[in-house]
């Protein structure tokens, strides 16, 4: 059973559309993350949520607005696509444990192609 | 400004031989270390971590070395074996933020027979 998973692998879309990527986890963790890997291979984090609730917000563009339905899930939508948010964008998760630190276990990663 | 550096983009290693890798971090908060270990088309999965309270932790072929004092860490892996391909990130961490991981760019490593 996959413990991170992502939909779709690739996206290929035009510039000015609006897409979603959709994340499950099936581990019981309580929180889960958003990270981009732009064509340099720098991996960043945008997004935390902890039981729903935003932690981090690295400072992202307004166009993405990650949504969580409930503490395994979190989806992420992005308005008007630039060129620039091309990259493989990864979902992730992990315990939450105040004050200790705990790994993170990532899904496979979405291709973003904007065109 | 990139907090986590991995300077070697490529590193290419004999089977049976040791493979070091190497990262070094600017900001003196950072407590909390980390390799991930990422093939093609498939996320980053965890390899072993360390606290900055230690300065060596092993697990199996893997050994990693913390130097607080120069903010350096590496990832000694021996011996090395052809399913070791893959590229490494070194991460870090700070205790005011525990979730947010900061990642170097990533050493691909070759180990070839």
């Known amino acids: 059973d996959t413990a991170v998973s992502q939909t779709p692998k690739y996206l290929v879309t035009q510039m000015g559309n609006d897409k979603s990527i959709k994340c499950e986890q099936n581990?019981?963790?309580?929180?889960m993350y958003w990270y981009k890997q732009d064509s340099k291979k720098f991996l960043k984090i945008m997004f935390s949520?902890?039981?729903?609730?935003?932690?981090i917000n690295e400072t992202v563009p307004n166009r993405f607005s990650p949504k969580s339905p409930d503490k395994a899930h979190l989806n992420l939508h992005i308005n008007s696509l630039e060129l620039g948010d091309s990259a493989v964008y990864f979902c992730?998760?992990?315990?939450?444990?105040?004050?200790?630190?705990?790994?993170?276990?990532f899904g496979p990663g979405t291709r973003l192609t904007v065109l | 400004d990139q907090q986590v550096k991995q300077n070697s983009p490529s590193l290419s290693v004999q089977e049976g031989r040791i493979s070091i890798l190497n990262c070094d971090y600017t900001?003196?908060?950072?407590?909390?270390f980390l390799w991930y270990k990422k093939y093609p088309a498939e996320g980053p999965t965890f390899l072993i971590s360390?606290?900055?309270?230690?300065d060596k932790n092993e697990d199996g072929r893997f050994t990693v070395f913390l130097n607080k004092s120069a903010k350096h860490l590496s990832l000694h892996i021996v011996p090395s074996q052809p399913g070791d391909s893959a590229v490494y990130f070194c991460?870090?961490?700070?205790?005011?933020?525990?979730?947010?991981?900061?990642f170097g760019t990533g050493t691909r490593l070759q180990v070839f027979p």
């Open positions: 900001n003196s908060m950072f407590d909390y």
């Open positions: 360390i606290s900055s309270i230690k």
């Open positions: 992730a998760s992990s315990l939450a444990s105040p004050g200790f630190y705990n790994e993170q276990f």
């Open positions: 949520y902890n039981n729903k609730e935003l932690i």
């Open positions: 581990l019981g963790h309580d929180t």
């Open positions: 991460a870090a961490s700070a205790s005011y933020n525990t979730d947010k991981l900061i």
